[in-house]
């Protein structure tokens, strides 16, 4: 039973799995790319909640997207970390979200899954969505790049990949995210100019 429910879920996540960079955005950029300076390709799918999920529904936040997967001690050890990172930086409006490509039997995440895992380490506000491998770059068919797991995007305000890590080092993680801030106030102080 558990078996034919994840692969209805896989299926369904594959038929309405949104993301296509070929997709016409609400933003309307003309292209998204996994490179740092350009922005990001949109992901669709659904958080924890089991609600609808777009990256692109966060534009004018900064953002850390988390690439993981059930099965990496690391990538547990991110989760652990994601609310209070986003607790730290409530008043800057960041928003962490953890993007679960595979589960424990490396397949794609289900809602059990997304659940299981927001529980277990706390991520109360934290979206926890379900990926899928077609959306990483080594799949042909994807523009995120994975060469470790976690890998960390961090996005500023205007939809921007400011830069891109490998691995969690929670040092890192502040560093970076302090480093998206930045852009943007330095653009709220030129706008102001």
């Known amino acids: 039973m558990l078996r034919q429910a994840s692969l209805i879920s896989a299926f369904l996540l594959s038929a309405c799995f949104l993301w296509d960079k070929e997709e016409e955005n609400p933003i309307d950029w003309e292209e998204c790319s996994g490179l740092v300076g350009d922005h990001p390709c949109n992901i669709t799918s659904f958080d924890q909640n089991g609600e ?3 990256l692109y529904d966060f534009y004018g ?4 997207v988390d690439l993981s997967v059930m099965w990496c001690s690391p990538c547990a050890e991110a989760a652990a970390e994601a609310q209070a990172f986003q607790d730290v930086y409530a008043d800057d409006e960041l ?3 953890t993007i679960l490509v595979e589960n424990t039997e490396r ?3 289900t809602l059990e899954n997304l659940e299981a895992w927001a529980e277990a380490y706390g ?3 934290t979206p926890v969505v379900s990926g899928a491998r077609t959306m990483l770059e080594s799949s042909g068919k994807g523009t995120w790049a994975v060469e ?3 890998t960390f995007y961090y996005i500023d305000s205007e939809m921007v990949t400011r830069d891109v890590d490998r691995g969690f080092n929670p040092d890192e993680v502040i560093y970076s995210i302090e480093a998206i801030l930045k852009i943007d106030e330095n653009r709220e ?5």
Not at 61 to 64: G, L, M, R, S, T
Not at 189 to 193: F, K
């Open 107 to 109: 397949e794609v995440p």
């Open 52 to 54: 609808p999920f777009s």
């Open 189 to 193: 102080n030129r706008e102001q100019e």
């Open 61 to 64: 936040q900064p953002i850390v």
């Open 148 to 150: 470790g797991w976690p």
């Open 95 to 97: 928003v962490y979200i």
């Open 123 to 125: 991520n109360v506000t």
